[in-house]
């Protein structure tokens, strides 16, 4: 916007100095008046430029910020987005996979490592089982979003030496619709701890190694978030296509020198892999990968939770579910996920992927959701192990870390019975 602000400013000169000193503005009067109407057309110009340019300002949060909560934001330079809603969120819980995946390959339903308090299923794959622990949808974009939540369990090894099982995974790709060039990550533990991103078809395409996290970096039996931007370059052939990797919340990566397409390679993208896929086989012993909220969007603009007043000093943020989206005013349902009932900072991002700045907001508890876990419960999909897990969240605002809050003494059965009673009113 600066440099926008001074071409004006420049043309403005320009374009006055030129008529004054012209030999038919004899006249001073007139060529003053002249000066002045063109200073005030660009002037006009100029203020018009904030709200085209300007990043994302939010000014009012109306309504409980809890859990399946709808909240409206409003302020200004949201940008558009339509549909409001995303291409896919994937919570897992109704107990089965959204059917509007292309495919979800090996990947299979539990509800042993839930990510929070007020989850109650989660996807899950065993790589001795199978190698493909990923999501994947055939929807083509020049732009994509997309994050998930993923937990490496103890019995995770990572593999060393050429073609050894779990040294050459891939944690994100986008493949070509209807070619095999890809634009993807990968984590590399057969040549010593690496972690790369970049294009796989065309030669000297930009991308290259990053650090943050390198394999071994990563935290075993917890969860962790990871955030992708991709965009594809401008045109063939220009080495400007965008991808860039937040995990837990830290920008560890950001090329935006990659030439993702060229003539040989023209098209644009799907989502390929939305998990991690094992390159080389399976593995003797059963090795576990659990995810869990995986959101996918067609543009960059999104409304996001996290702890810190700073977008970039985040190392929690929870993604937002957006139903409805103006430049001026944004409604989501309220996503708590592993926050408690803590203070927290609003985002609204735009679709260049500019953050505001946080907003305060403080998570309450939901009775929403407490509703539905009953109702649920009554209807026989969840069990009473579920059920009193769900109970001590809403109490509490946090995960039960143990098995059954009720049968190891921490909840009683009649507080149970209360909340069954105050929902059931």
Known sequence: MNGMKLAIDRACTYIVCSRITEPMSTNTEVAVMYCKSIICVLLSMLLALPSAFADPQISNVEGSVADSVSITITGTDFSTKVPAAPVMWEDVETGSFNSNWSTTHQLYVDNDYNRHGGSFFHAENDYSQHTYGFFTLRQTSSRWFIQYWFNLDETWEWGYGANSKMSNIKFMRFWEDGGNNNVVSVYHSYAGDNAQAGVEGIAQSGGGYFNDPLPHDITQNV???????????????????????????????????????????????????????????????????????????????????????????????????????????????????????????????????????????????????????????????????DLHRAVYWYMNGTKYDGDDPVTEGVLTRSQIGNAIAIVDE
């Open 223 to 385: 969860w962790h978030c990871q955030q992708f931007e991709f965009g594809e370059n401008s045109a063939l052939g220009a080495s400007d296509g965008v991808f860039r990797i937040w995990y837990d919340g830290h920008l560890g990566c950001d090329f935006s020198n990659i030439m993702t397409r060229n003539a040989e390679h023209p098209n644009l993208k799907y989502p390929f892999v939305v998990g991690w896929f094992s390159s080389w086989g399976t593995t003797a012993t059963p090795v576990y990968v659990f995810l869990d909220d995986i959101y996918l969007d067609n543009t960059w603009a999104r409304v996001e939770i996290g702890d810190n007043a700073t977008y970039e000093a985040c190392t929690h943020r929870e993604i937002q579910i957006p139903t409805e989206w103006s430049p001026t005013q944004i409604k989501v349902t309220v996503n708590q996920g592993s926050f408690g009932y803590e203070d927290a900072y609003l985002f609204v991002v735009d679709s260049d992927g500019t953050p505001s700045t946080g907003v305060p907001v403080t998570y309450e508890p939901s009775r929403r959701k407490l509703t539905s876990a009953i109702g649920r419960w009554h209807a026989g999909e969840l069990s009473d192990r």
